[in-house]
């Protein structure tokens, strides 16, 4: 990470309150070990945090009080920092780690309105992009515009990889302009996947000209996706009737593999009273994250519920959109079909199966055709982002 990066005042001040806020967390974590350890055989609430008392208890609450107050302290010294000096330039380095920092806690920054949140909006190069850009872009194009929506913990400048890129590909060999969407991705597929069409009805509308709309969506990017077409067509958008073509990369439609291990982890740990406490470390990762366990798309999927208990696959069934030719890429690291490399493994974050959105309940099942889904194998799940043949194969799904 660059000198500059690291120096960014409003930054630092931002993750100061992070610092703080999660030193508060480990110290209840760690109070709550003490608390099990002293109080072992006895019944314990599990509604409230358990607290120790007499001087060891004195001794926590002086941690939490210390900490906050310091953390106080950082926040006025750093905004009078920043009137002082202004802010920096970006670069890729921080822009990695906030899109990082946003995948495992976005809906945390989002709700104490941290700094580091970041919003959802079009840019190119790294740089916010105007409505009147914009719509100099869609004429430019002659109307013909592809939404690259990136997936969990990345950012839009992470679409070039290793000096590909596969939205100025089509630019260069389709003259098809490519948008780069920039977004939270520790929230809620659904608050992402309504922001989502509201910014496409916001832009379309004060377009110039009529849009031939194409969407590339990699991985978490997918289900924000599907989750906008849904709103769209629930609030009534226009967007919708100029969406032409959606291609799904890696899309974890029906889950992906790490969340659903690490739900198994927080389970197996809260069944013992000396590592339960541990089990709250777990439960620090985003709804983001969380939602990503059984591909959650709207918002009647979590309402209501706790995020981490392992309570099963309760989805509203979401078809693929109506009108719109739908196409999936799957990865594997098997270089033939096995039921170990495709259904256990797949590209090491995602399943064929959930890839290609296959499922044995018929209402969860997604009818992609089959001349519209590609496997590549020998190929992880970041490698489609650059391989040639899944560029190739997205060119020519788009191109006819």
Known sequence: MSQTSCNRPKDIQAAGKVTVDAIVGVTDIVEAMHHTIINLGRVQSKTDPPRTKGITGMVYKNIRSITKIVGKGLDVSLNQLSALIG??????????????LNGVLGDYLMASENQLAIPMRFRREGKPLTTAEIAE??????????????GSSMNDLQWNREGHDHGAALLRD?????????????????????AFAG??????VESPQPVDLFIIAYSMGGLISR????????????????????????????????EKGGNWIDNLLETNPYSAPFARLGKIRSSGVTD???????????QGQDRFENSGDCRTPVPLPEGVQCYA??????????????????????????????HPKPQLHLLFPETQ???????????????PQAYETIKKWVAT
């Open 87 to 100: 802010e920096s330039d970006s670069s890729p380095g921080r822009e990695a780690i906030l899109a990082a």
């Open 137 to 150: 872009m869609i004429q430019k194009s002659d109307g013909r515009i592809a939404i690259m929506v990136h």
């Open 174 to 194: 389709l003259g098809i302009m490519p948008l780069y969407l920039h977004y939270n991705t520790g929230l809620h597929t659904s608050e992402n996947g309504q």
């Open 199 to 204: 910014l496409l009805e916001a832009i379309l």
């Open 227 to 258: 989750s906008a077409c849904y709103y769209g067509e629930l609030f009534g958008h226009t967007w919708p009737k100029q969406l032409k073509k959606i291609v799904f990369l890696g899309t974890p439609h029906h889950g992906a593999l790490l």
């Open 292 to 302: 990503l366990r059984y591909g959650n798309v709207v918002s009647t999927d979590w």
């Open 329 to 358: 890429i799957a990865g594997t690291i098997g270089k033939k079909a096995s039921q170990v490399g495709d259904w256990l493994i797949g590209d090491g974050l995602v399943t064929v199966e959930s890839a290609l959105g296959r």
């Open 373 to 387: 889904q590609w496997v590549g194998r020998d190929m992880n799940h970041f490698e489609m982002l650059n391989h």
